[in-house]
């Protein structure tokens, strides 16, 4: 729940959700261009849903979430271009710039998020070390599975992306089967 209440003021839900989960997940919608990580040139939105433990670090869905990018560029994501989106994303999210531009008087600056894509015939699959600025203040590891399709039908890239600390051979894992696009492109 702290995720929520301190992105409230900053984000809107203009658009229709297009994705699909239970009750208990949080959701959220973000405008691209993204407030805290304008470099991702993108155009469309992030469709987010938060698992019900996601905000809690003794959970087994601590940091578990998933989203969709449903953007109107055509060009197929590649290894470069996530690394490139992702730390942008982690390092504005968290405000790993801001934090060490304030902070002057000490000399111990924090990390920029660090990711590594590879890609497979199923999409891609990546480890991002990211600040987790939101709850233990402290590094910690992300999986991350991103697949993409496009759909001539709606115009839109569709970027699905699903994240957890834990092991992908991990059975939190399989709680992404109960988040679906409510409109799957034919």
């Known amino acids: 729940m702290l995720y929520t209440v301190a992105i409230l003021p900053v984000f809107g839900q203009e658009h229709e959700s297009v994705l699909i989960a239970p009750e208990n997940w949080q959701s959220e919608i973000i405008l691209f261009p993204i407030s805290f990580a304008p470099e991702i040139d993108l155009t469309g939105f992030e469709d987010l849903r938060f698992a019900p433990g996601w905000a809690d670090s003794t ?52 990390d920029k998020t660090l990711c590594l894509f590879i890609q497979s015939k199923e999409g891609f699959s990546g480890k991002m070390r990211v600040y987790d600025n939101f709850f233990t203040k402290d590094y910690l590891i992300l999986n991350i599975k991103v697949k993409e399709s496009f759909c001539p039908e709606m115009k839109k890239h569709i970027i699905s992306c699903e994240i957890s600390p834990k092991p992908f051979d991990h059975s939190v894992w399989a709680i992404f089967e109960n988040v679906k696009l409510k409109k799957e492109c034919k």
Not at 69 to 75: A, I, L, M, R
Not at 87 to 104: E, F, H, I, Q, S
Request: aromatic share 22%; charged share 25%.
């Open 59 to 110: 959970s087994q869905e601590f940091w578990t979430y998933t989203f969709v990018w449903y953007v109107d560029e055509k060009q197929p994501m590649t290894e470069s271009k996530l690394t490139e989106y992702f730390n942008y994303y982690y390092d504005g999210l968290m405000g790993v710039d801001r934090k060490n531009k304030a902070d002057t008087t000490n000399s111990v600056k924090l």
